[in-house]
């Protein structure tokens, strides 16, 4: 069924080769995704994974502001007052995860343009992606803490390939990384200013893609090496978490959660963006917290099957006894910014609440058949 939320094209190339195309085309949300959005970007994909002409796909977002600034958080909320329970949530979360998986094992390179906002579930289209280019608009963050979630669609497979502390600590402080500091820390393969997107366009129109995948991404990278893009990147803000690694690093050298925010909230630096973080975890779910604590604890001993199945199980968790409902209706819905959470701290949160979380939610995982 055609979506309007979604522009789809097929760009012809040389030997009769072809490149597939989506643009998340909700800009009024930020490019948020909607669950006939994650169902028809599945689909697409599935069609085009068959298709012998489509040797690459791309995936962008319309308007300036943003690539995708996560999931359709107020249907998530109607969902969680609703007297049937979560059921759209949990159809949601599914599929979303299931959409991101299929994206990370695609057998042909998917290439996202991350220009703009880049957050939750636009986060895990980016995670997944093959190749990953930002813009000197970039702005990417893991939020949730602020809502009652946790940094999901993946994330947690993530946080291993960060240098030593900074998942933990931009998890929990909710803290903005731009396109410097993300090409510094790996989460994106290369840098395109804005305004010469139309020309990158064109100029991938012109080659001649292949069959192999590798050889592909070697085109593409050959192509943003061009001196005429890398002039344009020297002029991209400066990042902030190179120079500032070592502070973030002590702050979370600690086996202990309630250590490590006490380091953070007592640091004393005079600096917005440090400012910024301390009062996003002062504000934040201090369940949230705890959760993800949990994430850190198991980054580096699941598969990303077993990632996706844990994290579905916690989202799901979430949606029927945690923060997320009272997070959504304080700073989305009556946006009062008061949440009233669980508990008022995160030193009394209590293990046996935080067990409930990690409770198998069903008999069966959904996501067990991966």
């Given at each position: 069924?055609?979506?309007?939320?979604?522009?789809?094209?097929?760009?012809?190339?040389?030997?009769?080769?072809?490149?597939?195309h989506?643009t998340?085309?909700?800009?009024e949300t930020l490019?948020?995704?909607?669950?006939?959005?994650v169902?028809?970007?599945s689909?697409?994909?599935?069609?085009?994974?068959?298709?012998?002409?489509?040797?690459?796909?791309?995936?962008s977002?319309?308007?300036e502001k943003?690539?995708?600034?996560?999931?359709?958080?107020?249907a998530?909320?109607?969902?969680m007052?609703?007297?049937?329970?979560?059921?759209?949530?949990?159809?949601?979360?599914?599929?979303?995860?299931?959409?991101?998986?299929?994206?990370?094992?695609f057998?042909?390179?998917?290439?996202?343009?991350?220009?703009?906002?880049?957050?939750g579930?636009?986060?895990?289209?980016?995670f997944?992606?093959?190749?990953k280019?930002?813009?000197?608009?970039?702005?990417?963050?893991m939020?949730?803490?602020?809502?009652?979630?946790?940094?999901?669609?993946?994330?947690t497979?993530?946080?291993?390939?960060?240098?030593?502390?900074?998942?933990?600590?931009?998890?929990?402080t909710?803290?903005?990384?731009?396109?410097?500091?993300?090409?510094?820390?790996?989460?994106v393969?290369s840098?395109?200013?804005y305004?010469?997107?139309?020309?990158?366009?064109l100029?991938?129109?012109?080659l001649?893609?292949?069959?192999d995948?590798?050889?592909n991404?070697?085109?593409?990278d050959?192509?943003?090496?061009?001196s005429?893009?890398?002039?344009e990147?020297?002029n991209?803000?400066?990042?902030?978490v190179?120079?500032?690694l070592?502070?973030?690093q002590?702050?979370?050298?600690?086996?202990?959660?309630?250590?490590?925010?006490?380091n953070?909230?007592?640091?004393?630096?005079?600096?917005?963006?440090?400012?910024?973080?301390?009062?996003?975890?002062?504000?934040g779910?201090?369940?949230s917290?705890?959760?993800?604590?949990?994430?850190?604890?198991?980054?580096?001993?699941?598969?990303?099957?077993?990632?996706?199945?844990?994290?579905l199980?916690l989202?799901?968790?979430?949606t029927?006894?945690?923060?997320?409902k009272?997070g959504?209706r304080a700073?989305?819905?009556?946006k009062?910014?008061?949440?009233?959470?669980?508990?008022?701290s995160?030193k009394?949160?209590q293990q046996?609440?935080?067990?409930?979380?990690?409770?198998?939610?069903?008999?069966?995982?959904?996501?067990?058949d991966?």
């Open positions: 069924m055609p979506n309007d939320q979604l522009i789809v094209k097929i760009l012809k190339c040389q030997n009769d080769t072809e490149i597939g989506i998340l085309n909700s800009p490019n948020s995704l909607t669950l006939n959005m169902n028809e970007i689909d697409l994909l599935d069609q085009w994974e068959a298709d012998p002409k489509i040797k690459m796909i791309l995936i977002g319309a308007g943003a690539f995708c600034a996560g999931g359709d958080i107020r998530l909320y109607e969902s007052c609703s007297s049937e329970g979560p059921i759209f949530a949990e159809t949601f979360f599914e599929s979303e995860y299931r959409l991101d998986y299929k994206i990370h094992n057998s042909k390179p998917i290439i996202s343009i991350l220009d703009g906002i880049v957050m579930g636009g986060a895990g289209l980016m997944a992606s093959t190749y280019i930002a813009t000197e608009r970039t702005r990417f963050a939020p949730e803490i602020g809502v009652g979630l946790f940094p999901d669609v993946g994330f497979s993530v946080i291993k390939d960060l240098p030593k502390g900074l998942g933990l600590y931009i998890m929990l909710a803290s903005q990384l731009n396109a410097s500091d993300m090409r510094f820390c790996n989460l393969d840098c395109l200013s305004t010469k997107m139309q020309d990158f366009l100029d991938i129109l012109e001649a893609w292949q069959d995948v590798d050889e991404l070697a085109l593409l050959s192509i943003l090496k061009r005429s893009y890398l002039k990147i020297e991209f803000p400066s990042g902030k190179e120079g500032e070592e502070k973030i002590s702050m979370t050298n600690e086996d202990n959660l309630i250590k490590i925010v006490d953070i909230m007592s640091h004393a630096i005079e600096d917005e963006w440090f400012t910024r973080g301390k009062e996003s975890l002062r504000k779910s201090p369940t917290a705890h959760l993800i604590w949990l994430q850190h604890l198991n980054s580096s001993n699941l598969s990303l099957k077993e990632v996706f199945n844990f994290e199980n989202a799901i968790q979430i029927r006894i945690g923060d997320f009272e959504i700073l989305i819905i009556d009062d910014n008061k949440p009233k959470w669980k508990y008022d995160i009394n949160v046996a609440w935080i067990d409930k979380h990690t409770d198998l939610a069903w008999e069966i995982n959904p996501l067990e991966l």
